[in-house]
């Protein structure tokens, strides 16, 4: 059984950095590409980053081009988004997601975690 576990949220002022991190067990976590969404208050929860099984090819929603990275390590089953130059606009609750099978790109989401909260202060 796959399971995501996010860390690393909290409450940071505007332009400030987090990086959260996401502890996937259950499976070869190499096997598979990773993806990060968010969910703010009152609004639907959006694409943020995906990365491929070997961390070579990422991509990003254009809300977050050149403030976000995507990266993991396969030797700790984890995977990062590192957050710069944060805006109140991103605060939300961010989740780790994963594919059920190895595809890239990858469409849709089988796997979630439980998520991290991100609150950025003005």
């Known amino acids: 059984q796959v399971q995501l576990v996010e860390s690393g949220g909290g409450l940071v002022q505007a332009g400030g950095s987090l990086r959260l991190s996401c502890a996937a067990s259950?499976?070869?976590?190499?096997?598979?590409?990773m993806g990060w969404f968010r969910q703010a208050p009152g609004k639907e929860r959006e694409f943020v980053a995906a990365?491929?099984?070997?961390?070579?090819?990422?991509y990003y929603a254009d809300s977050v081009k050149g403030r976000f990275t995507i990266s993991r390590d396969n030797a700790k089953n984890t995977v990062y988004l590192q957050i710069d130059s944060l805006k109140h606009e991103d605060t939300a609750v961010y989740y780790c997601a994963a594919p059920s099978g190895n595809y890239w790109p990858v469409k849709r989401y089988e796997y979630w975690g439980q998520g991290t909260q991100v609150t950025v202060s003005s």
């Open positions: 990365i491929d099984r070997s961390g070579v090819s990422t």
């Open positions: 259950g499976r070869t976590f190499s096997r598979y590409a």
